[in-house]
């Protein structure tokens, strides 16, 4: 690069870090949008022309100029997204004479992201020009889809990434027409079969994601949290349709049926339960075709719990009271006459010691079960030698 060709570069690049700068550790300007003469919204990717510039190619950065100067003089439209996808109102920050580094964390001039009709890029002459916005991907994938080849089924396929705040959001992902699957291994990818020699900008427009909805009032069990889950298995070649338990009925779900088919729990997650599912099935689909069987919970009640009862006064006045249950039963509470009692593990006996009691008087003994159930029996306090 010449020098006057290096001093021109670094001329224009200044000229716009001033427009945009920022204090440190501040959100920076990624895309500039601007209104052209003939009213569309144009797009610029702002570091990539920072990038083409410092390296020596100056016509994307030249043309932003241009335009940015043009739009600013005739009063129209500009904004600029950050590097932390904030917006800036740019437009009205120049009306009030606003520097930058001050409006962008102003809310005041807090603007939001327009629709661009086109974007200003360098073609493949390296002359910097307004062409339409490439098809959007779908605003829940991250990047571009990845094209494989497998070994094992001689197919090859189109891998998408779902961002991370829609992994669990996402129900349904089509590709190219095709029902695509939710990897077991890896919940925030999908795939699909695509035909031999496709690429990824082939699919640009012909990927459609569906985002979970609020479930309408009892399309879905009340005991399923969210909608089922699609995905497709590498190692058994099928599909599956997975659910998850709410967490308060993890315990009491017995039996799960998807689409007439008996479900599995998984052991590995005790809250989902899975079914083999056709393929293209979709979470839509499933609707009221879900069936979970919820253990019944006896009501707590009477049980016959107390196997006997036993109260012996001793030659100080106290009353020793020995409580045994039947086997099998499990207490989670035993009194006598209101007094919590003890447990011996190795008497395998509920003991305590009462005092002001006399022979003939009775001692009434409640026990709760861990189940919930109760037990009572009195006893009459008898002396130590009977």
Same mark, same amino acid.
């Given at each position: 690069?010449?020098?006057?060709?290096?001093?021109?570069?670094?001329?224009?690049?200044?000229?716009?870090?001033?427009?945009?700068?920022?204090?440190?550790?501040?959100?920076?300007?990624?895309?500039?949008?601007?209104?052209?003469?003939?009213?569309?919204?144009?797009?610029?990717?702002?570091?990539?022309?920072?990038?083409?510039?410092?390296?020596?190619?100056?016509?994307?950065?030249?043309?932003?100029?241009?335009?940015?100067?043009?739009?600013?003089?005739?009063?129209?439209?500009?904004?600029?997204?950050?590097?932390?996808?904030?917006?800036?109102?740019?437009?009205?920050?120049?009306?009030?004479?606003?520097?930058?580094?001050?409006?962008?964390?102003?809310?005041?001039?807090?603007?939001?992201?327009?629709?661009?009709?086109?974007?200003?890029?360098?073609?493949?002459?390296?002359?910097?020009?307004?062409?339409?916005?490439?098809?959007?991907?779908?605003?829940?994938? +991250? $990047? #571009?889809?990845?094209?494989?080849? @497998?070994? *094992?089924? /001689?197919?090859?396929? &189109?891998? =998408?990434?779902? !961002? %991370?705040?829609?992994?669990?959001?996402?129900?349904?992902?089509?590709?190219?027409?095709?029902?695509?699957?939710?990897?077991?291994?890896?919940?925030?990818?999908?795939?699909?079969?695509?035909?031999?020699?496709?690429?990824?900008?082939?699919?640009?427009?012909?990927?459609?994601?569906?985002?979970?909805?609020?479930?309408?009032?009892?399309?879905?069990?009340?005991?399923? +949290? $969210? #909608?089922?889950?699609?995905?497709? @298995?590498? *190692?058994? /070649?099928?599909?599956? &349709?997975? =659910?998850?338990? !709410? %967490?308060?009925?993890?315990?009491?779900?017995?039996?799960?049926?998807?689409?007439?088919?008996?479900?599995?729990?998984?052991?590995?997650?005790?809250?989902?339960?899975?079914?083999?599912?056709?393929?293209?099935?979709?979470?839509?689909?499933?609707?009221?075709?879900?069936?979970?069987?919820?253990?019944?919970?006896?009501?707590?009640?009477?049980?016959?719990?107390?196997? +006997?009862?036993?109260?012996?006064?001793?030659?100080?006045?106290?009353?020793?009271?020995?409580?045994?249950?039947?086997?099998?039963?499990?207490?989670?509470?035993?009194?006598?006459?209101?007094?919590?009692?003890?447990?011996?593990?190795?008497?395998?006996?509920?003991?305590?010691?009462?005092?002001?009691?006399?022979?003939?008087?009775?001692?009434?003994?409640?026990?709760?079960?861990?189940?919930?159930?109760?037990?009572?029996?009195?006893?009459?306090?008898?002396?130590?030698?009977?």
């Amino acid at each position: 690069m010449t020098g006057k060709k290096a001093l021109r570069v670094l001329a224009l690049t200044l000229a716009l870090a001033f427009m945009f700068s920022a204090v440190a550790l501040a959100a920076t300007p990624s895309i500039i949008f601007y209104q052209n003469a003939a009213g569309q919204m144009v797009q610029v990717d702002y570091q990539k022309a920072m990038d083409q510039a410092a390296a020596g190619n100056t016509a994307l950065l030249e043309e932003l100029k241009k335009a940015y100067i043009d739009a600013q003089d005739n009063f129209r439209a500009i904004a600029v997204k950050n590097d932390d996808g904030s917006v800036v109102d740019w437009s009205k920050a120049l009306k009030d004479k606003k520097p930058y580094h001050q409006v962008v964390a102003d809310d005041n001039y807090k603007g939001t992201e327009p629709k661009p009709d086109v974007e200003l890029v360098v073609d493949e002459t390296g002359k910097a020009v307004e062409k339409p916005v490439a098809t959007q991907w779908p605003e829940q994938m +991250e $990047g #571009q889809p990845l094209i494989s080849f @497998s070994d *094992l089924t /001689q197919k090859t396929y &189109a891998t =998408i990434t779902i !961002k %991370a705040e829609y992994v669990d959001k996402v129900t349904a992902v089509t590709i190219a027409g095709k029902a695509a699957s939710k990897l077991q291994s890896e919940p925030n990818k999908w795939r699909a079969e695509v035909p031999a020699g496709t690429t990824a900008e082939s699919l640009a427009g012909q990927i459609q994601i569906t985002v979970q909805e609020t479930p309408a009032s009892g399309q879905w069990p009340a005991e399923m +949290e $969210g #909608q089922p889950l699609i995905s497709f @298995s590498d *190692l058994t /070649q099928k599909t599956y &349709a997975t =659910i998850t338990i !709410k %967490a308060e009925y993890v315990d009491k779900v017995t039996a799960v049926t998807i689409a007439g088919k008996a479900a599995s729990k998984l052991q590995s997650e005790p809250n989902k339960w899975r079914a083999e599912v056709p393929a293209g099935t979709t979470a839509e689909s499933l609707a009221g075709q879900i069936q979970i069987t919820v253990q019944e919970t006896p009501a707590p009640g009477p049980v016959a719990a107390i196997k +006997e009862v036993r109260a012996k006064r001793d030659l100080f006045g106290q009353t020793h009271v020995w409580v045994f249950l039947n086997e099998g039963v499990e207490a989670s509470k035993v009194t006598a006459n209101g007094q919590d009692m003890q447990y011996n593990a190795a008497e395998q006996r509920w003991e305590a010691v009462l005092n002001d009691l006399n022979v003939g008087d009775n001692v009434k003994v409640v026990v709760t079960t861990t189940a919930g159930g109760t037990d009572e029996k009195t006893a009459a306090v008898v002396d130590m030698s009977s």
